[in-house]
């Protein structure tokens, strides 16, 4: 098992892939829960399976994966079924990366959007949360082709920057730009590297 278990985590255009990405350029496993979900609603996926038992075979695409667009409006639409959703997809996503961190023989990062709501930080030895102001974040949603309106649902929809905050033990701020962003990931990679090579194996 990973010497060190760690969550990344940040709201909707938080810079959370941005430092992830880093991670990975400094020799760092990262598991993508969004990449996980991904595999889960795939044709034949056990994630697409609790679709259609929780909401209905209209959500499944031709190939039988899970028509996101449609998946998307259903669940922001309606929080009820949104937490019904989570509270049966989480879990496979907490196993896929328990799986992959007992393969891992220092570091696993967990990059999770909804670390906080799903219960994950308690299983870990470190959460590290990247922010930044609403207002920017909408900015830059808007900047990758989202509705202003559609970023303001799904930041809603996400734990608060205080909630995450408070689950945190560490927190970095992006709003300096993408050099100073850089910058920070880079010294929480070292940080990282040196944790692992005081702990022991986890098992």
């Known amino acids: 098992m990973a010497r060190l278990a760690v969550g990344l985590t940040g709201g909707l255009a938080s810079g959370k892939s941005t430092v992830a990405a880093r991670l990975k350029a400094a020799g760092i496993t990262v598991v993508d829960a969004d990449s996980v979900v991904a595999e889960l609603y795939a044709p034949?996926?056990?994630?697409?399976a609790l679709v259609r038992e929780l909401l209905g075979a209209d959500l499944l695409n031709a190939a039988g994966g899970v028509d996101k667009a449609k998946l998307g409006a259903r669940i922001f639409?309606?929080?009820r079924l949104?937490?019904?959703l989570e509270n049966v997809v989480f879990p496979l996503v907490r196993e896929r990366f328990v799986e992959i961190a007992a393969r891992t023989p220092d570091i696993?990062?967990?990059e999770a959007t909804k670390l906080v709501e799903a219960g994950f930080a308690s299983d870990l030895d470190l959460v590290v949360t990247i922010e930044a102001p609403v207002e920017e974040r909408v900015s830059r949603a808007v900047g990758?082709?989202?509705s202003a309106a559609e970023a303001r649902a799904r930041i809603a929809a996400q734990a608060s920057e205080e909630e995450r905050r408070a689950a945190a033990d560490l927190v970095i701020d992006s709003s300096g730009g993408l050099d100073q962003l850089l910058r920070r990931a880079d010294e929480l990679a070292d940080e990282l590297h040196r944790r692992s090579a005081g702990s022991p194996r986890r098992g």
């Not at 034949?44 to 697409?48: K, L, P, S, Y």
């Open 82 to 84: 949104r937490a019904a």
């Open 108 to 110: 696993a990062v967990l």
């Open 144 to 146: 990758r082709g989202i």
């Open 44 to 48: 034949r996926g056990e994630g697409a």
């Open 77 to 79: 639409a309606d929080s």
